[in-house]
């Protein structure tokens, strides 16, 4: 999730991780979880820079629920984007999880069972979805190349779906050193749209780009079920290319400009390539 937030004040009371790691702040007690996330979001970033090509900071946010609320009106543990960082909770057994336990309770059964293969027998809901967001920092870190590089989509479907996937192309990059957390990656989305299903009152993309979090935060992970589970048959066939495909379809530039202009309209594009040669 994105949002604008923030003031020039926005990490006073904070603690900073140590030069060397990446740009993290965390709140008091926090410093094991920020150093774990912050490794993950360095790499993160280098893989994301590949694609957009900006040295903008992002910084990472750890916090607690009392520095949490200082900073946002969305629920504690719902991970997000805002004020150009990253924001993630410092407590990983947070009251967002159990918002989240009727999806895994009206999911079949055969996919409960597995979760629990996975994540063990004590509080599989929890531990499933609290692993599953835990991967997402590339996720909220493409949000903020997006706003960065002026990248509007207009839809808010597919910037999820976006940021879905190349957080998912992150994962598949280094399966090698997140072999657990990507199956865990590939399998929660069945979770999600199965189990979410009989929760979604809005399952129409025009209701999300309309109402977004407003359809609720059961509905919303449905949302994201059904996108990812999009994103993992979509990526079989176009893999890393996608993301580089879609920035260079979307950044912001006069070519982009005169092409769009000429999809639409086939004077509009001849026009302005001829006005702009003559007006560099």
Known sequence: MSSNTGTNEYFIGLEKLEEGKYLTYYSSGASERASYLAEMAEKGYSFLQEFFQTDFEMPLMVLNKEDW????????????SGNNCVHFPANTNNPFLDTVQP????????????????????????NGFNIFFDCKIVHELTHVFLKNQNILFGL?????????????????RYEADY?????????????MYTGGLS?????????FDRLY???????????????????????KVHGEGFIADVVNAYIPSN??????????????????????TKNP
């Open 103 to 126: 999806i895994y309770e009206s999911s079949p059964k055969h996919l409960q069972q597995k979760l629990i293969q996975i994540v063990g027998e004590k509080h599989p809901s929890k």
């Open 179 to 191: 072999r657990d957390l990507l199956d865990l990656h590939e399998f929660m989305p069945s979770i």
């Open 69 to 80: 609320e200082k900073r946002s009106e969305f629920p504690y543990g719902a991970i997000f």
């Open 199 to 207: 929760h979604a009152k809005y399952t129409r993309s025009e209701d």
């Open 255 to 276: 070519e982009v400009l005169v092409e769009r202009l000429r999809s639409v309209n086939n004077t509009l594009g001849p026009w302005f390539k001829d006005w702009l």
């Open 156 to 172: 808010h479907w597919f910037t999820e779906f976006f940021c879905d996937y190349a957080n998912y192309a992150f994962l598949k």
């Open 213 to 235: 979090t407003g359809v609720g935060w059961l509905n919303l992970l449905w949302f994201y079920g059904r996108n990812m589970l999009g994103v993992l048959e979509l990526y």
